[in-house]
């Protein structure tokens, strides 16, 4: 699994990096970078463990007038009762669908959207490989100096494959908020 994990990761980055080539070539291409400070807090964990993602990183650009691709990364510390260590690493996609229609491709993105996204992560404490589905309903909050702000929630499932062979599914909730500019 962890072959699979590192060669989606991979294939991921080379296409935001195709895209970013793609895009520096015309005049008019837009850009978002931001962070998305994050907690995770699992049913399974013991009273006072979390993890904390320390490279928040966001990305994400429009596809047409209507949809963006934004990718976030995880790679999440964890703060456990007996040892802290890193625990989670892997990533965020989602296809933001924005209700009001832009008049160019290439503006910031804003207004009320809804998105199906995927998550792929590994838990290196627990031992075991996540892959997430959800549909994530929000609002981008732009300012007038390309700055934005992102509200919204995600509901949706996860499936966990253990290293022991055993698999299960469980709920999935987030709250994002993410903050950066349009470049």
């Not at 080539?21 to 978002?32: E, H």
């Amino acid at each position: 699994m962890k072959t699979k994990l590192r060669t989606v990761i991979l294939l991921v980055f080379v296409y935001l990096f195709s895209i970013n080539c793609i895009s520096a070539q015309r005049k008019s291409s837009v850009n978002f970078i931001g962070l998305n400070p994050s907690i995770t807090y699992e049913p399974f964990y013991e009273k006072g463990e979390l993890d904390i993602n320390v490279f928040p990183l966001v990305y994400q650009t429009p596809l047409s007038k209507r949809i963006d691709i934004r990718v976030s990364s995880i790679v999440n510390y964890g703060i456990r009762n007996t040892n802290n260590s890193f625990s989670h690493l892997g990533f965020q996609t989602a296809l933001p669908i924005f209700f009001k229609l832009k008049e160019e491709k290439n503006l910031p993105s804003g207004g009320l959207f809804i998105a199906p996204g995927f998550g792929v992560t590994r838990n290196l404490i627990e031992k075991h490989s996540n892959v997430g589905l959800w549909v994530e309903p929000g609002y981008n909050l732009l300012f007038d100096d390309n700055f934005a702000i992102s509200f919204s929630a995600q509901f949706g499932a996860t499936h966990f494959w253990y290293d022991n062979g055993d698999t299960k599914w469980g709920n999935h909730f987030g709250i994002k908020i993410i903050i950066g500019m349009w470049f």
